[in-house]
């Protein structure tokens, strides 16, 4: 006889409830979704930037509407921006000027020359790939300098079942960290770039208008969660890796001191 699993059908119940608001029209990432991912926009590009004037191209895996094309090019940098994503609808809309050009390609076999790039991007899209670490060993082949990673961490959701209707796949840091080594990059930094203890799906589908009030009261909110919540408990942050590739040269020079 089958028992009715109160966990079980909690879980259900919740993940068709977090879907439904997702997928609601009232939940169009608006003004709280781009106030939650601004840190996340302006860690990444800080890296970019410590590059400066020496950086010539950047490849931007699953780029969207080019977003970070837009940003790059604020701030007036010389490099030029090559954008990447398997929506040809994304590519015909995406930001476009002199110094930007488009691919429509699969990220996990990405039709690019080896070392061909000299930063590679990938923020947000390896939860969306169905083999996301295929896809980063074909990020590692690409670049001969640096990568740029960013995904999801959602410990909450995994421990009671939620799932993110459009994250196909759970990033583990380990395997992240894994792949590079194995791939012949070196990690250079890891670090949260932000702690969500309401994710701005709810806060849109509520219609709580964004002021310094709303603001202030969700910073208070996220802080309070970052420094008292065990992390197993955290609803959503955002993961940063950048590593960078082993010069082989110079390894082999130092292994024949030793």
Request: a positive charge.
């Given at each position: 006889?089958?028992?009715?699993?109160?966990?079980?059908?909690?879980?259900?119940?919740?993940?068709?409830?977090?879907?439904?608001?997702?997928?609601?029209?009232?939940?169009?990432?608006?003004?709280?979704?781009?106030?939650?991912?601004?840190?996340?926009?302006?860690?990444?590009?800080?890296?970019?930037?410590?590059?400066?004037?020496?950086?010539?191209?950047?490849?931007?895996?699953?780029?969207?509407?080019?977003?970070?094309?837009?940003?790059?090019?604020?701030?007036?940098?010389?490099?030029?921006?090559?954008?990447?994503?398997?929506?040809?609808?994304?590519?015909?809309?995406?930001?476009?000027?002199?110094?930007?050009?488009?691919?429509?390609?699969?990220?996990?076999?990405?039709?690019?020359?080896?070392?061909?790039?000299?930063?590679?991007?990938?923020?947000?899209?390896?939860?969306?790939?169905?083999?996301?670490?295929?896809?980063?060993?074909?990020?590692?082949?690409?670049?001969?300098?640096?990568?740029?990673?960013t995904f999801p961490d959602e410990p909450l959701r995994r421990i009671i079942g939620i799932k993110h209707t459009e994250h196909i796949s759970t990033i583990d840091l380990n395997k992240v960290v894994t792949e590079l080594k194995s791939n012949g990059y070196?990690?250079?930094?890891?670090?949260?770039?932000?702690?969500?203890?309401?994710?701005?799906?709810?806060?849109?589908?509520?219609?709580?208008?964004?002021?310094?009030?709303?603001?202030?009261?969700?910073?208070?909110?996220?802080?309070?969660?970052?420094?008292?919540?065990?992390?197993?408990?955290?609803?959503?942050?955002?993961?940063?890796?950048?590593?960078?590739?082993?010069?082989i040269k110079r390894l082999y020079a130092s292994l024949d001191k030793i």
């Amino acid at each position: 006889m089958h028992r009715f699993n109160v966990v079980e059908h909690m879980s259900i119940f919740l993940t068709r409830f977090y879907g439904y608001v997702l997928k609601h029209p009232k939940t169009k990432r608006g003004s709280w979704g781009h106030w939650y991912y601004r840190e996340r926009y302006v860690k990444v590009l800080g890296e970019i930037m410590k590059y400066g004037g020496t950086l010539s191209h950047l490849l931007d895996v699953g780029c969207g509407g080019g977003l970070y094309a837009h940003y790059l090019h604020q701030g007036k940098p010389s490099c030029f921006y090559i954008g990447c994503d398997a929506s040809k609808t994304e590519i015909n809309n995406a930001y476009k000027d002199q110094n930007t050009n488009y691919i429509l390609c699969d990220a996990h076999a990405l039709p690019l020359r080896s070392g061909s790039l000299e930063i590679v991007l990938c923020s947000e899209v390896l939860e969306h790939l169905s083999s996301p670490y295929q896809a980063l060993t074909s990020i590692c082949n690409v670049s001969r300098r640096t990568i740029i990673v960013t995904f999801p961490d959602e410990p909450l959701r995994r421990i009671i079942g939620i799932k993110h209707t459009e994250h196909i796949s759970t990033i583990d840091l380990n395997k992240v960290v894994t792949e590079l080594k194995s791939n012949g990059y070196k990690v250079l930094k890891i670090s949260v770039v932000r702690r969500f203890s309401v994710p701005c799906g709810i806060l849109e589908f509520l219609r709580i208008p964004v002021n310094r009030a709303t603001k202030l009261f969700v910073r208070l909110l996220d802080s309070a969660v970052d420094r008292f919540v065990p992390i197993i408990f955290i609803p959503y942050q955002v993961v940063l890796v950048v590593a960078t590739r082993i010069n082989i040269k110079r390894l082999y020079a130092s292994l024949d001191k030793i």
